[in-house]
């Protein structure tokens, strides 16, 4: 198991590297620079710009300069000042060093703002949401499939699966506007936009205060987002308890006379829904990429909405550094889920 | 399992006594495959869809990119017994079938000529994966050791690069450089191309560059599997090439899983475009889009719904059809479930 994660562990730093290189290379291949604007600047100024912010140097320092700043701790005494370049995601005093971490430069459109400023104001909303859209799917999803399964071939199955046939045939981009129109706008039962929750954020990302008024603007995006990955944790989950009820194990509990009830949550149960945390790792990445368009349809202040303008605004700084932050978060994501299915099912040997 | 024959095969060899004795693969998965409802309704949709996209001149006569200002948000009668909410403040016409857009442009053609990108990326996007992917995967799992080794670490690596991130990137990089470019050269040629497909040629790109992935590691697994069998064996003892063995005694065996597979990930294909139209790097307007109609209709969804309903109903009419014949084809084709009914 230790040499399995270490193996991984260096793994995923090829990965991050493969990452880094990728997109760094497609987005400085795109024209324009942090200093060309409608109206020209000096060439005098440019030169000096481009001279203080490395723009000058070979595209592998360049590149060198940005993983530096974005991928490596920084351990120093100076502590941080105003400037744009200087903006880093995590920065905090431990004793007499600044620990320094994450500066993604400053964004090419919002001229005052980094794109930390973009992530500190924006990310905590898509955390809330995407955390309220796994739990929709976790709430939905396992149940419905765990029902199928246990009822297979009944009307209980064949509505199970409908639902989860429905969540994959819809996606946010239909079910959004839908739950819009029906809730929000013809019936007036929910706000069709918004957001209830404003800083500052218990733990740097959790609402102050949940109440309706989070909820009642929660709801309907964390349900367009979460339903389709709810139908997919239900396929999953029927599928494997399927297979779980038909061990040897399970028959043996049964011919000791166990109970029903003992038999299904002890024994089936617990060891069907351990392939169901494969799933985690898609699903954070569906849901990752699902708010760009749910905030985008729901007018949601977060960093999915932000993203899209910044996509139209051709804000490269801003895009690169989102897909950059969102990537690493995923393949993290994945290697932490993988080593906890490893830990789970002991069958499971990687070597 | 019968080795299955390919078509010119059976038809050359005059008495092929087994093929002809028992059901081929794909009579028997036909047979499956009319038996399964869902899927035969499925089935009747993507053919309606296809005729639709075909004949979309015939059957839109209005164009979908002609702008008549004085038209815009107009509808038809009938949509305000639907959305009741509209009485108010709605300027009623009856030209056109499902009202006029923002600027004025018939939706109904939109939404119409809009078949035509979906379904295109529906059989494009499993087309160019598929290529990639089998020759690829082939290649790897056949020659095994040191080329596999490194061939597969290469794809892992790409793997690990959440896919939709990927696209968006590469995306935002090809829409960003035209700006740059020169006349003249290769990229100048390439992004005229774009030009003429309305924006289709990149998207066929960016899924071409990430879904062939698990393509490969599906056709390297299933080749790893097929290359010990004893027909294999056989056709080496008696002289055929690397390359025969691959495309006439492999390949034809390890299909059917492999066009299941493309076959469920079509609806991915879909959402993928109409995701990338939504958030701005899809089709060029004024190339109709079902994801770029709903993005320009959610702005309006308050006071004209249709302009974005309607685009979703046949987004999601589109996705529940290729899904259940995904569903369907698995069931028919799946070699595991073959023989258990």
Same mark, same amino acid.
């Given at each position: 198991?230790?040499?399995?994660?270490?193996?991984?562990?260096? +793994?995923?730093?090829?990965?991050?590297?493969?990452?880094?290189?990728?997109?760094?290379?497609?987005?400085?291949?795109?024209?324009?620079?942090?200093?060309?604007?409608?109206?020209?600047?000096?060439?005098?100024?440019?030169?000096?710009?481009?001279?203080?912010?490395?723009?000058?140097?070979?595209?592998?320092? =360049? +590149?060198?300069? @940005?993983?530096?700043?974005?991928? #490596?701790?920084?351990?120093?005494?100076?502590?941080?000042?105003?400037?744009?370049?200087d903006?880093?995601?995590?920065s905090?005093k431990?004793?007499?060093?600044?620990?320094?971490?994450?500066?993604?430069?400053?964004?090419?459109?919002?001229?005052?703002?980094?794109?930390?400023? $973009?992530?500190r104001?924006?990310?905590?909303?898509?955390?809330?949401?995407?955390?309220?859209?796994?739990?929709?799917a976790l709430?939905i999803?396992?149940?419905?499939?765990?029902?199928?399964?246990?009822? =297979?071939?009944?009307?209980?199955?064949?509505?199970?699966?409908?639902?989860? #046939?429905?969540?994959?045939?819809?996606?946010?981009?239909?079910?959004?506007?839908l739950?819009v129109?029906?809730?929000?706008?013809?019936?007036?039962?929910?706000?069709?936009?918004?957001?209830?929750?404003?800083?500052? +954020?218990?733990?740097?990302?959790?609402?102050?205060?949940?109440?309706?008024?989070?909820?009642?603007?929660?709801?309907?995006?964390?349900?367009?987002?979460?339903?389709?990955?709810?139908?997919?944790?239900?396929r999953?989950?029927?599928?494997?308890?399927?297979?779980? #009820?038909?061990?040897?194990?399970?028959?043996?509990?049964?011919a000791?006379?166990?109970?029903?009830?003992?038999?299904?949550?002890?024994?089936? &149960?617990?060891?069907?829904?351990?392939?169901?945390v494969? $799933?985690?790792?898609?699903?954070?990445?569906?849901?990752?990429?699902?708010?760009?368009?749910?905030?985008?349809?729901?007018?949601?202040?977060?960093?999915?909405?932000?993203?899209?303008?910044?996509?139209?605004?051709?804000? @490269?700084?801003?895009?690169?550094?989102?897909? &950059?932050?969102?990537?690493?978060?995923?393949?993290?994501?994945?290697?932490v889920?993988?080593?906890v @299915?490893?830990?789970?099912?002991?069958r499971?040997?990687?070597? | 399992?019968?080795?299955?024959?390919?078509?010119?095969?059976?038809?050359?060899?005059?008495?092929?006594?087994?093929?002809?004795?028992?059901?081929?693969?794909?009579?028997?998965?036909m047979?499956?495959?009319?038996?399964?409802?869902?899927?035969?309704?499925?089935?009747? *949709?993507?053919?309606?869809?296809?005729l639709?996209?075909?004949?979309?001149?015939?059957?839109?006569?209005?164009?979908y990119?002609?702008?008549?200002?004085?038209?815009?948000?107009?509808?038809?009668?009938?949509?305000?017994?639907l959305?009741?909410?509209?009485?108010?403040?709605?300027?009623?016409t009856?030209?056109?079938?499902?009202? %006029?857009?923002?600027?004025?442009?018939d939706?109904?053609?939109?939404?119409?000529?809009?078949?035509?990108?979906?379904?295109?990326? /529906?059989?494009?996007?499993?087309?160019?994966?598929?290529?990639?992917?089998?020759?690829?995967?082939?290649?790897?799992?056949?020659?095994?050791?040191?080329?596999?080794?490194?061939?597969?670490?290469?794809?892992?690596?790409?793997?690990?690069?959440?896919?939709?991130?990927?696209?968006?990137?590469?995306? %935002?990089?090809?829409?960003?450089?035209?700006s740059?470019?020169q006349?003249?050269?290769?990229?100048?040629?390439?992004?005229?191309?774009?030009?003429?497909?309305?924006?289709?040629?990149?998207?066929?790109?960016?899924i071409?560059?990430?879904?062939?992935?698990?393509?490969?590691?599906?056709?390297?697994?299933?080749?790893?599997?097929?290359?010990?069998?004893?027909?294999?064996?056989?056709?080496?003892?008696i002289g /055929?090439?690397?390359l025969? *063995?691959?495309?006439?005694? *492999?390949?034809?065996?390890?299909?059917?899983?492999?066009?299941?597979?493309?076959?469920l990930?079509?609806?991915?294909?879909?959402?993928?475009e109409?995701?990338?139209?939504?958030i701005?790097?899809?089709?060029?307007?004024p190339?109709?889009?079902?994801?770029?109609?709903?993005?320009?209709?959610?702005?309006?969804?308050r006071?004209?719904?249709?302009?974005?309903?309607?685009?979703?109903?046949?987004?999601?009419?589109?996705?529940?059809?290729?899904?259940?014949l995904?569903?369907?084809?698995?069931?028919?084709?799946?070699?595991?479930?073959?023989g258990?009914?």
């Amino acid at each position: 198991m230790g040499r399995y994660i270490a193996r991984r562990l260096l +793994y995923l730093i090829v990965v991050l590297l493969v990452v880094s290189i990728i997109t760094f290379g497609l987005m400085h291949a795109v024209p324009g620079g942090p200093f060309s604007r409608e109206k020209a600047l000096p060439e005098e100024t440019i030169k000096v710009l481009n001279a203080r912010y490395h723009l000058d140097d070979p595209l592998y320092l =360049q +590149y060198l300069h @940005y993983v530096n700043n974005v991928m #490596i701790p920084h351990l120093t005494t100076v502590p941080p000042t105003n400037s744009l370049m200087d903006d880093y995601l995590v920065s905090v005093k431990i004793g007499p060093v600044w620990f320094r971490w994450m500066n993604f430069g400053p964004s090419y459109k919002s001229r005052s703002r980094t794109v930390n400023d $973009i992530f500190r104001d924006n990310l905590p909303i898509s955390a809330q949401l995407g955390t309220m859209a796994l739990l929709v799917a976790l709430v939905i999803g396992m149940p419905l499939g765990i029902m199928a399964a246990l009822k =297979q071939n009944t009307i209980l199955d064949y509505f199970g699966m409908s639902v989860a #046939i429905f969540g994959v045939s819809v996606p946010v981009i239909v079910l959004g506007p839908l739950l819009v129109w029906i809730f929000g706008v013809a019936l007036k039962w929910l706000p069709p936009t918004g957001w209830g929750a404003k800083p500052p +954020y218990t733990f740097g990302f959790l609402p102050s205060k949940f109440g309706w008024d989070f909820f009642k603007f929660a709801i309907m995006p964390s349900i367009a987002l979460g339903l389709g990955s709810s139908a997919v944790i239900a396929r999953l989950t029927r599928a494997s308890l399927l297979q779980t #009820i038909r061990e040897d194990y399970i028959r043996t509990a049964r011919a000791k006379g166990l109970k029903e009830r003992i038999i299904i949550v002890r024994h089936a &149960l617990k060891n069907s829904l351990i392939p169901v945390v494969t $799933i985690l790792g898609p699903l954070f990445a569906a849901l990752v990429t699902g708010t760009f368009v749910t905030e985008t349809i729901f007018g949601i202040p977060g960093m999915g909405k932000y993203f899209v303008t910044s996509i139209t605004n051709r804000d @490269y700084p801003v895009i690169m550094g989102t897909i &950059l932050l969102y990537a690493v978060f995923l393949v993290i994501a994945n290697l932490v889920v993988d080593i906890v @299915y490893a830990y789970l099912d002991p069958r499971i040997r990687y070597d | 399992m019968t080795q299955v024959k390919l078509e010119s095969e059976k038809l050359g060899a005059g008495g092929a006594p087994l093929t002809q004795k028992r059901e081929s693969l794909w009579q028997d998965a036909m047979r499956r495959l009319v038996r399964n409802r869902a899927a035969v309704v499925g089935g009747t *949709i993507v053919i309606l869809l296809i005729l639709t996209a075909l004949f979309a001149p015939y059957i839109a006569i209005k164009s979908y990119e002609v702008q008549v200002l004085s038209d815009q948000n107009k509808v038809p009668q009938w949509i305000l017994s639907l959305f009741p909410t509209m009485k108010p403040y709605a300027q009623v016409t009856t030209d056109y079938p499902f009202g %006029a857009d923002y600027v004025g442009r018939d939706l109904f053609s939109r939404i119409v000529y809009g078949a035509r990108v979906s379904l295109t990326v /529906a059989f494009i996007g499993p087309l160019i994966s598929l290529i990639i992917g089998v020759v690829y995967g082939s290649i790897s799992g056949y020659f095994g050791g040191k080329v596999d080794n490194v061939m597969m670490r290469i794809v892992d690596v790409l793997y690990a690069f959440p896919s939709l991130l990927f696209i968006i990137l590469l995306m %935002a990089f090809f829409r960003g450089t035209i700006s740059d470019i020169q006349p003249g050269t290769f990229a100048y040629a390439v992004n005229k191309i774009d030009e003429s497909m309305g924006g289709l040629f990149f998207i066929f790109i960016g899924i071409g560059l990430t879904a062939w992935e698990t393509m490969a590691r599906l056709t390297r697994g299933q080749v790893l599997a097929a290359r010990e069998k004893e027909y294999i064996e056989a056709a080496r003892t008696i002289g /055929a090439t690397d390359l025969r *063995i691959m495309f006439r005694h *492999i390949l034809p065996n390890i299909i059917g899983p492999l066009v299941v597979s493309e076959t469920l990930a079509i609806p991915g294909y879909i959402s993928t475009e109409t995701f990338l139209s939504f958030i701005g790097l899809g089709v060029n307007p004024p190339t109709p889009s079902w994801g770029s109609m709903i993005s320009e209709g959610s702005g309006l969804i308050r006071s004209y719904p249709n302009q974005t309903l309607f685009p979703a109903l046949a987004l999601a009419i589109t996705m529940f059809a290729f899904n259940f014949l995904g569903d369907g084809l698995r069931d028919a084709l799946d070699p595991r479930l073959r023989g258990t009914q």
